[in-house]
């Protein structure tokens, strides 16, 4: 009789049966569809294409780090500025400023701007510089630079309009419609322009626009007006009278068409009149004359609500 029998470890039980399979988790076999693999195989690149390529990007990637390093180091701007001086040695350089648009403003600060740079070399010239700088006189409103070759520069100045005098803690001092300083004014040689008096008056020259645009009549007879604590006007006409308004823009608005339509059809004003008090309007308005100062004014004319 034979032995008994004996079972290796790896061995088949039975015959037929493969390796038994040991005990555990099963990594997962990844498959690549089979569309991608395809895909793959159609597409015509081969192994020295794509060294070619990771060359290419090297290079390219080398090339961006170079021009960043010149960059930092400023070496554009060294060769830029050394053309720029050849230009100038060629011939092209600054050698006349034709100044165009002045009236009022002096011409000799707008040539000190203009020449005021590192280098005379037209290409070297900052357009943008001189324009900011102008654009700071009280007089310039805008400001045109460019270059005419070979050696002038162009300076076309839009200047500001004066629209009235402001006067204030004994200064005068020229202002456009928007109350822009422009030029102190002397005494002996004030312009026939509207006199603003008091503190940031010039602020509120376009409030004062406004009111008088609303009444025709008043603005040619208009000697000044003051602000008042910085709260409402008073008005002084070419005649010496003095028309106190009450607070308030729209208040102050409405009390002034009242005036006019009334002046209009009784001529209040050239009249001996002193003030005209309409700060509590709508109520009556109080007329001081020169022998009676402060009585009640009652009108006969009929006036159309305003």
């Known amino acids: 009789m034979s032995g008994p029998a004996t079972i290796r470890r790896g061995s088949t039980s039975r015959r037929g049966r493969g390796p038994t399979r040991r005990r555990g988790v099963q990594r997962p076999v990844i498959r690549t569809p089979q569309r991608v693999r395809q895909a793959l195989v159609r597409i015509p690149i081969s192994a020295e294409q794509v060294r070619r390529a ?83 006189f009280g007089w310039v409103q805008d400001a045109r630079v460019s270059r005419r070759l070979p050696d002038t520069l162009v300076v076309d100045i839009v200047e500001r309009t004066p629209a009235a005098i402001w006067q204030n803690h004994g200064k005068l001092m020229l202002i456009d419609k928007d109350g822009v300083e422009l030029a102190p004014v002397p005494v002996d040689k004030m312009p026939d322009l509207p006199l603003l008096i008091g503190p940031e008056a010039n602020r509120r020259t376009v409030q004062l626009n406004r009111l008088l645009e609303a009444v025709p009549g008043i603005k040619p007879v208009l000697a000044g007006a003051t602000w008042v604590g910085g709260r409402r006007w008073n008005f002084e006409f070419q005649s010496g009278e003095t028309l106190m308004l009450p607070e308030g823009e729209d208040l102050a608005a409405k009390a002034l068409k009242k005036f006019e339509l009334l002046d209009r059809n009784a001529r209040l004003l050239g009249r001996g009149y002193v003030h005209f008090d309409m700060r509590l309007f709508p109520q009556p308005m109080y007329v001081r004359v020169s022998k009676e100062p402060g009585r009640q004014i009652q009108s006969t004319v009929t006036a159309r609500p305003v």
């Open 54 to 136: 990771s060359r290419m990007l090297g290079i390219l990637l080398l090339a961006v780090g170079a021009i960043v390093a010149l960059i930092v180091l400023q070496v554009p701007q060294m060769i830029g500025n050394a053309l720029g001086e050849a230009a100038g040695k060629a011939g092209f350089v600054v050698r006349s400023i034709e100044i165009k648009g002045i009236k009022h403003m002096d011409r000799l600060p707008v040539y000190d701007v203009a020449l005021d740079q590192e280098s005379t070399a037209m290409p070297l010239v900052d357009l943008d510089d001189i324009r900011a700088k102008l654009l700071k």
